[in-house]
């Protein structure tokens, strides 16, 4: 809800607790029809570069992050 009310159509990284808790954040984005994926060091880096590349694209609004170092350079999002 606080997504859509202040902040629909930017992009955003959710910091979550562990894996189950990305996904089901992730979820829950995508069932209020929000494109969101869940990252995490359980996707190949092929997977994370393909997520990372869609979010920067603008093809995902919404990153769910857990266990994976991230930090902002130049508007760009690097994970570490």
Do not use: Q, W
Request: hydrophobic share 45%; aromatic share 8%; net charge negative.
């Amino acid at each position: 809800e606080l997504y859509c009310s202040g902040f629909s159509g930017e992009r955003a990284v959710v910091y979550c607790v562990n894996v189950a808790h990305a996904e089901a954040a992730a979820a829950c984005f995508r069932e209020a029809g929000i494109p969101a994926a869940s990252i995490s060091g359980k996707n190949t880096p092929a997977e994370r570069e393909s997520l990372l590349t869609c979010f920067s694209t603008g093809a995902l609004s919404v990153l769910c992050n857990a266990d994976i170092r991230a930090k902002e350079t130049f508007g760009v999002l690097k994970m570490l």
